[in-house]
């Protein structure tokens, strides 16, 4: 490909990429304002190989629950299979919170941030292309989510959403200070490119790669135990614990919403891939009365009229609101694309649009930064704070 034909790529694609997320009504001016501060830079990549990878990005990013690749990358020390750790693993703390994505979930440690995952280079030869490396989210200690760029700290990153639009490509020896990850925290890699094993790493860590529903999971540590308590909590699931199914459809509408006595909400956010199901991409739960707060605020938003045709397909990944109360459960689909808005049907006028008082009540813990839209924004982006870390 020569250099007219990869500027003709990639402008191609960052052009159906912005317009997977154009929104109307009178949140579009905060959503593109949310955008542009949701732009992470890099500064001294080569502009050639910046292209390249902005190119593979868009055609990516979108990619989950694929078969695994027979390419996957290996590295040095890495074996065939993943050894057996029956009887090392201790209980997990009661304190470490649930990371669930594509019908896998496992636990980490309370204060642990959020990211994405290193994919394969698009070039040819077994390397790694990261767009954005370490924490982008982590849990303030106020119960805030706080944004940050690139944070140092541990963290859980998911394959599918890239954390800035600078990309960089490094060597395959996982102990090679260009590549990812730079051992100075403990990751988990949720749909990691790596091949199933371990390798030890400078600085002590210990990096881990197993296969659960057909799905990567890469853990590096240099705590022993915390390493084999993390492994130890891995499993597939049909349902998460935060109540969220590993795949779905997007429903067309909710039932007839009526006053409703919330006991817990869980806030579920799905990827689109083509020609399958959507597949869990992040989920956490709302309880008492910060559950009733969300429902309450979509329910007294009146009914709103769309800019667009509802009936159309989704371009961009959206969210499932289950509310449960004693006597029943009502899914409020969310979608983030240009029809955006709570799909309420029944008699409440269709579809309820998105205020700032009816998103900033759900967007919690790592939504803020999975269904945000990533670099261009979406539906709900400027609707929410973003603290700085």
């Not at 990013?61 to 690749?69: L, N, S, T, Y």
């Not at 280079?121 to 982008?136: K, N, Q, T, V």
């Not at 956490?284 to 559950?291: E, F, K, M, P, Q």
């Not at 045709?309 to 961009?316: F, N």
């Amino acid at each position: 490909m020569n250099d007219e034909e990869l500027e003709q790529v990639m402008r191609s694609g960052l052009h159906t990429k912005a317009g997977e997320v154009e929104v109307g009504g009178e949140y579009a001016a905060l959503a593109r304002a949310g955008a542009r501060t949701r732009r992470h830079t890099r500064v001294g990549l080569v502009a050639a190989v910046t292209a390249a990878v902005i190119v593979a990005s868009v055609a990516v990013a979108d990619r989950v629950g694929q078969d695994p690749d027979p390419t996957l990358i290996a590295g040095p020390g890495t074996t065939d299979a993943s050894p057996d750790r029956t009887g090392e693993t201790s209980a997990v703390p009661g304190d470490w919170r649930v990371e669930s994505y594509g019908g896998v979930q496992l636990r980490v440690p309370p204060d642990w941030g959020w990211g994405g995952v290193p994919m394969k280079d698009p070039a040819p030869g077994p390397r790694l292309m990261s767009c954005g490396e370490g924490a982008f989210a982590f849990p303030g200690d106020d119960g805030q989510t706080r944004f940050v760029d690139d944070r140092d700290m541990p963290y859980v990153g998911r394959a599918g959403y890239y954390m800035t639009d600078m990309c960089t490509s490094g060597g395959v020896e996982q102990g090679d200070a260009t590549a990812p990850p730079m051992t100075t925290h403990p990751w988990v890699w949720l749909g990691s490119p790596l091949a199933i094993g371990t390798v030890e790493l400078p600085n002590d860590f210990v990096q881990e790669t197993v296969e659960v529903n057909g799905l990567r999971v890469t853990v590096g540590d240099d705590d022993p135990q915390e390493l084999a308590t993390i492994l130890g909590s891995i499993e597939g699931v049909e349902v998460d614990d935060n109540g969220c199914a590993s795949a779905t459809t997007l429903p067309k509408q909710s039932d007839d919403l009526t006053p409703m006595a919330v006991e817990s909400v869980s806030v579920c956010e799905y990827r689109l891939r083509d020609g399958s199901d959507p597949l869990l991409g992040y989920s956490t739960s709302i309880t008492g009365s910060a559950a009733q707060r969300v429902f309450d605020a979509i329910y007294e938003t009146p009914g709103g009229q769309l800019e667009c045709d509802p009936d159309v397909s989704p371009s961009a990944d959206f969210v499932l609101l289950r509310f449960r109360s004693q006597s029943e459960d009502i899914d409020v689909p969310v979608r983030l694309d240009g029809c955006g808005g709570y799909y309420t049907g029944g008699r409440q006028g269709g579809t309820r649009l998105f205020t700032r008082a009816n998103v900033t009540p759900w967007v919690v813990d790592g939504i803020g930064l999975y269904a945000s839209g990533g670099m261009v924004g979406n539906a709900i982006s400027g609707l929410y704070d973003m603290p700085q870390g």
